[in-house]
Structures are given as C-alpha cells and as structure tokens.
C-alpha cells in the first residue's frame, strides 16, 4: 500500500511539472481570425510596450504571432466576422517597458478595405501597410520609435493621422499618389525629403491632379518626425 502510493505522488509530481512553465520562460502563441466573406476589416491594435509588426497577410484571415515573457498579461486577440465586416481587436494590459519579453507580429489581409488603428506607449514598432487596400489609418504614439512604410500602389484616397508621442516616427510615403502632410502643435523636429513647403504644409506637384491623394496630419509633441517619399 504504501509502495503503490508513493507511485501515485511522484506520477502526480512529474504530470504538474510537464504543465507548468519555469517562470519568465517565454510563451509563443498563434492566432487566426477567418475573414469570410467579410469586405471591410477594422482593425485595433494597442501594445504598452514591446516590439511590434504589422505587414501584408493573405486574404482570407488575420494572423497574430506572440511571444511574451510567461506571468505576464497575455495579449488578448478578439476577432468577429459578419457578413461585410470584421473587426480586430488587439491589446495588454499591465506591461511595463524593459521588464518583459514582448514581440507581436500581426498580418492583415491583402485587398481588405481596412481602418487601422496603433496606439503605441514604448518600444519599436515597424509597420509595412503600403500593400494593403487602406482607408484611413490612425496612429498614437508614446515614447518610442515607430517605423510607417506606405510605399506601393493605393488604390483608393486615403488619409493618416498621427498623433501624440515624445519619441520619433519615420513615414514613407508612395510617390505613386498624390501627397499632402501638415504638421502642427507642439512639435520638435521635423524633416520632409520629397515634398514642396507651401505654407503651413507640404505637398506633391502631382497632388491637384492626382487620381489618388494621400493626406498625412501630424498633431501633438513628437520628438522627432520625418516623412520621405520614395
């Protein structure tokens, strides 16, 4: 009897330490969210702090990628689909920079009409939209660095505002559509490489006749901002 019980414990012990994790081991976890037949996605995406990626999927699904220190606030992945609409929402709480490991790598479907929206405290965030069908995009920055890559073919108008931040934001723009960008309030330095100064904004020769525009608006206390067009 008490062979059979001691057994029992050291199968009970082995069993807990094959679920457990040692503690700040990092967790990886996959997410999906299956368009359907959905046509417009609206799309969330609010990281306290961390590594952040955003670039082109497929176009039937949103992917998510995580990796995160284990004890941490898991990212929370919420994601419906109707009939004409999906919608994403992606967010953590209680993350703190430099005390976790936290890289998310989120892909957006292709040939989607999507409304983006990145708010960022701090960290790095590097985000390749320019393939996908936009129809606005909102960022909200913090203290890091954020990286906007929107060189490509748009297919329809559309306009980015960015907001906010002490850090510094690079915005590459597509010289295939007509370009505008103003910025204003509280700002520290900015360079623009490719643009005309025209008052208070900058423009493209192209953009009265442009068959696309694109309007970026920086507002707020960003460090530093620069917009090049290539």
Known sequence: MRLWLGLALVGLVGCGERQSRPAGEPVTENKTGEMGQAEV???????????????????????????????????????????????????????????????????????????????????????????????????????????????????????????GGVGECEVMLPKSAGLRAEAMGGLGEVNVEGLEKKGGYWESAEFDGAKVKVRLKVQGGIGRIGIRVQ
């Open 41 to 163: 996605l609206s799309a969330e995406i609010r990281m306290g702090a961390g590594e952040l990626k955003v670039e082109p999927g497929d176009r039937a699904k949103v992917e998510g990628a995580f990796r995160y220190t284990a004890g941490a606030p898991a990212p929370a992945f919420r994601f419906e689909s109707k009939t004409f609409q999906a919608r994403l929402v992606l967010e953590q709480s209680g993350i703190q920079a430099g005390t976790t490991e936290n890289r998310w790598r989120v892909k957006l479907p292709v040939r989607v009409a999507t409304d983006l929206e990145v708010s960022m405290g701090a960290g790095e965030a590097k985000l390749r939209l320019g393939e996908l069908d936009l129809r606005k995009v909102v960022m909200r920055l913090g203290a890091g660095k954020v990286e906007a890559d929107f060189r490509g073919e748009p297919k329809r108008d559309y306009e980015i505002l960015v907001q």
